[in-house]
Nanobody
């Protein structure tokens, strides 16, 4: 099993920045792709970004492309999400996810492990 723990959420003004972190523990050698999802109140969980095991490949939702950057440090078993130029519509609970298979997929069902989430609120 793999355990994922997010941190770094909080309250920020529109236009500001936050960096989320996700630490992995357990059978981390089994992880290939890591990703970030978010869920706003009353909405379904949606894909934000994903990164390959090496970090050489990334994929972003159109809504965050150019503003968010996903990265990972395998030596620390940690992935990050740098969020810049935040907008009120970015307000959500952000979830870290990991999957054993390769492929930068966007469906929640394709990920094997999930964190508990960290809340991000962007005020206007």
């Amino acid at each position: 099993q793999v355990q994922l723990v997010e941190s770094g959420g909080g309250l920020v003004q529109a236009g500001g920045s936050l960096r989320l972190s996700c630490g992995a523990s357990g059978r981390t050698f089994s992880i290939n792709v890591m990703g970030w999802f978010r869920q706003a109140p009353g909405k379904e969980r949606e894909f934000v970004a994903a990164i390959s095991r090496s970090g050489g490949s990334t994929y972003y939702a159109d809504s965050v492309k150019g503003r968010f950057t996903i990265s990972r440090d395998n030596a620390k078993n940690t992935e990050y999400l740098q969020m810049n130029s935040l907008k009120p519509e970015d307000t959500a609970v952000y979830y870290c996810a990991a999957r054993r298979s390769i492929g930068l997929v966007t469906a929640t069902g394709e990920y094997d492990y999930w964190g508990q989430g960290t809340s991000v609120t962007v005020s206007s």
